[in-house]
């Protein structure tokens, strides 16, 4: 047992989504459950869930629906139900705050960090195990770590239904010959430019050159990259209320849209309910973003900043002036549109890692 000290738990729901839609439907237990779009494997959409017995057969998140359904042809396929997602997500969320003691930081739908101070963390995981599953009927997997990152990396080692801990004392041991995608916070991209450094694993990316890295990312992510793969960073749990920094829509169209008119009118739809959101928050709009992805697989995002503004008439010619960037007669796939608000003054400071956004 250790001293009583305070520690990091990462909660993460296993196979969230594809968990509660087998619980609405008892039927789909230990079939592979793929959850997209409108659940249509015929139409353009992508995997947002697969339940572990899918992805046993390559089927994974983000993966287009009809690759899915020719991987798994007698695959049960389900349309994204955000609302019932929501209201177990919220059941959850209550759990983790009924804990003793217990702070907590909601990082999505599924997942969660909790700061606690004891000194039996792995008995404290399976209590919060125990408790989401007698309240939700849903398993989950806990990280422990002395970090932030290190716990949410823990987390993947102990998945499923696991707890397993991850501190500074063997974070080298168990992370450093891994290659750096493996860490939060490190996609494909920024993955694929380390290794044009010559940096391919956790212990190169902690041991590399701080100049080159800010060179190659800038002055504050370059640094940061190798902060990341120490495992370092912050080591307690902000319960703060979440601040939007932006809200957005997109869509994947049935049919490739060529005509301006057609992408202004699909751009003006998306752009109100984007507002919508944007008036419930009650702060102006400071940026706008445009994401276009041409047929088959190329994508463009026009962005501007602007005055700040909550003026709806004044943020859609704006928005439209993006929109006229995209190249004429050129068929569209996917339209996305993204309005950055002012935040306010109290809004909580720092940086951690996030998925990564358009």
């Not at 932030?148 to 993947?156: I, M, N, Q």
Request: glycine share 10%; net charge neutral; charged share 25%.
């Amino acid at each position: 047992m250790d001293e009583v000290r305070d520690w990091v738990l990462h909660v993460d729901l296993d196979q969230f989504v594809a968990a509660v839609e087998v619980l609405r439907h008892p039927e789909l237990a230990g079939l592979p459950v793929i959850v997209g779009g409108r659940g249509d494997p015929t139409e353009r959409a992508v995997v947002s869930t697969a339940s572990y017995e899918a992805r046993q057969k390559g089927v994974g998140s983000g993966m287009p629906l009809k690759v899915a359904a020719r991987r798994i042809p007698d695959a049960v396929f389900l349309p994204v139900d955000r609302e019932a997602y929501e209201a177990v997500s919220a059941e959850v969320m209550a759990v983790l705050r009924a804990q003793p003691g217990a702070t907590v930081q909601v990082l999505g739908w599924d997942e969660a960090f909790v700061g606690v101070t004891t000194d039996d963390p792995e008995a404290v995981a399976r209590a919060i195990q125990a408790a989401v599953l007698a309240r939700t009927r849903l398993h989950c997997s806990v990280g422990i770590g002395d970090t932030l990152v290190r716990a949410k990396v823990a987390t993947g080692f102990g998945k499923p239904r696991g707890v397993f801990r991850l501190t500074r004392d063997d974070w080298g041991t168990v992370m450093g010959a891994r290659p750096v995608l493996e860490l939060w916070g490190i996609g494909s991209k920024v993955s694929a430019r380390l290794a044009k450094l010559g940096i391919g694993t956790v212990a190169e990316l902690a041991s590399a050159d701080l100049d080159a890295l800010a060179t190659e990312f800038g002055p504050r992510m370059g640094p940061w990259y190798a902060e990341l793969a120490r495992g370092e960073g912050a080591s307690s749990v902000d319960d703060t209320p979440f601040v939007a920094r932006n809200h957005s829509r997109e869509t994947t169209f049935q049919r490739d849209l060529v005509e301006t008119a057609d992408l202004e009118r699909a751009a003006r739809g998306m752009l109100d309910q984007v507002l919508d959101d944007v008036a419930a928050e009650g702060r102006p709009v400071v940026g706008l973003g445009v994401k276009v992805r041409y047929a088959p697989f190329s994508d463009k995002t026009f962005t501007r900043r602007i005055a700040a503004t909550s003026d709806r008439v004044a943020v859609t010619e704006e928005a439209l002036r993006l929109v006229a960037r995209i190249e004429p007669g050129r068929p569209v796939r996917l339209l996305g549109i993204r309005a950055e608000m002012a935040m306010p003054d109290d809004a909580r400071k720092g940086h951690t890692p996030t998925r990564s956004g358009w």
